[in-house]
């Protein structure tokens, strides 16, 4: 039995909370300090003043999908866990919701389209708010409604000082902006607000083909890419080859947030004959449920983000360099290699004068984020796995550069510990991040007592 300790902010042992539940194994085998469940934003300062005032590291958990350990869990230190922080309460004028730090994608869809409304966020009903907005958030909205990141109206932060924020466009312009792609460097978020629209029911699901039909499939996925023409619609792909004998099946997830309309963008991929489908027309929060039913928690994990303009002859040789690395890992017990297609199209870039810290233009779209998702179940394989990852993630960028179609932009939702994500949003956008950072965290507070996060280093002078 574990020896932590769970205590909410006045020292008063609980139970009864969501504090067990990471989605990597080895997140959930870290053990901290203790556990500590803050129920609002005075919680929380209160909390990092007794980290500061006594040197102690923590990290933040909000719903625990963070994709390497130490991001959501603190070895010998202190866990602030935010899994009580649950209020979410819709604005009069139904134009947004407001929603604690410790919200799920799904209760807050649950809320919503009991209002006939809906938000940019998750695509899966387990993952936490504040966990994917402060990366990015990729949608199933994102094409017509941009990003998560940049559909939030504001921000309630805690700083590493212990001071309270209400962070929006109007008070605080410049950490506003940063919150856009970078938020987790900056303090604790323990609220937020976030867009609203009218919505009802979305088409969508997962046509799996078998590997025989590769390269139809790369085709189909190549023209709707490239098509454009219905910002209605979304689409990802995902190869698995879970009998690592080099035949993946391929999974094509599109949805259409629009289903009383007709659309051709589809046309291709539905031309194609696939071993199953799921496509229907149903609620958000359904196809969410689905979405997380395909995402089984408690495997060892490992991703890495990194990105390529679209050109089709390189996803061709990405797969065929994943096929060959996933053949190096054939002896290693429960290993699923998966390997992600992920669009990020000129549409999904932020349509205000803010802009994101992302560092994107739209002269580099499309771009394709590529992550691989492998998971296995044997601790004794870690460091072959990582290897390999690494040497995956070199060999794509060499291949990638030779045919001109690398990009510096690595998402870092999906992105590995080591990864310098905050440098492959562009040097300008780097040095701009550091002055922000500067500028609320001068004693760079969150970098010494946060060690486990990917982190924002350097000088703005530099």
């Known amino acids: 039995m574990s020896s932590t300790a769970t205590i909410n902010a006045s020292g008063k042992a609980v139970s009864q909370f969501d504090t067990t539940f990471y989605f990597i194994a080895q997140a959930a085998q870290i053990v901290p300090v203790c556990r500590v469940l803050p129920v609002n934003a005075a919680d929380v300062a209160t909390i990092l003043n007794i980290v500061r005032e006594t040197g102690a590291t923590f990290a933040v958990k909000s719903g625990g999908h963070n994709s390497y350990a130490s991001g959501t869990n603190a070895e010998n230190g202190i866990t602030i866990d935010l899994s009580r922080l649950k209020d979410i309460t819709i604005s009069d004028d139904r134009k947004s919701v407001t929603v604690g730090a410790g919200c799920r994608f799904g209760e807050i869809y649950d809320k919503l389209e009991a209002h006939g409304l809906g938000c940019v966020g998750g695509r899966i009903s387990s993952v936490g708010v504040s966990g994917l907005i402060m990366g990015g958030g990729i949608s199933f909205f994102s094409s017509e409604r941009g990003l998560a990141c940049d559909n939030v109206i504001s921000y309630e932060l805690v700083l590493a000082n212990g001071q309270i924020l209400n962070v929006s466009e109007k008070s605080h312009p410049d950490l506003f902006w940063g919150m856009r792609g970078a938020g987790i460097t900056f303090g604790i978020v323990t609220r937020m607000e976030l867009r609203t629209f009218n919505f009802e029911r979305i088409w969508g699901g997962a046509s799996v083909f078998a590997h025989e039909n590769k390269a139809a499939v790369f085709n189909a996925f190549n023209k709707f890419v490239h098509d454009g023409s219905d910002p209605s619609t979304e689409a990802f792909m995902l190869a698995t080859d879970a009998a690592k004998d080099g035949n993946s099946v391929y999974a094509v997830i599109t949805s259409h947030s629009n289903p009383q309309s007709d659309t051709a963008a589809f046309d291709d991929i539905k031309s194609l004959t696939p071993l199953a489908s799921t496509t229907q027309i149903r609620s958000l929060k359904n196809l969410c449920d689905e979405m997380d039913s395909q995402n089984e928690p408690g495997f060892r994990f490992r991703t890495s983000s990194l990105s390529v303009k679209f050109h089709l002859s390189t996803l061709e040789q990405i797969d065929a360099i994943h096929t060959d690395s996933v053949a190096l890992l054939m002896d290693c017990d429960g290993f699923v290699p998966s390997i992600l297609y992920q669009p990020l199209l000129g549409s999904m870039l932020p349509r205000d004068e803010i802009g994101n810290a992302l560092g994107i233009k739209p002269e580099d779209t499309p771009l394709i984020i590529i992550a691989i998702l492998w998971r296995w179940t044997d601790v004794q ?53 550091l002055e922000i950072k500067v500028k609320y965290d001068p004693e760079d507070l969150m970098s010494t007592l946060r060690p486990g996060i990917i982190q924002l280093s350097g000088s703005p002078k530099a």
């Open 381 to 433: 394989h870690d460091k072959m796995i990582f290897d390999v990852a690494d040497q995956f993630v070199n060999k794509v960028e060499k291949a990638a550069r030779a045919q001109g179609t690398f990009h510096r932009y690595q998402y870092l939702n999906y992105a590995a510990r080591p990864q310098d994500v905050y440098r492959s949003y562009g040097e300008e956008n780097r040095k701009r991040l």
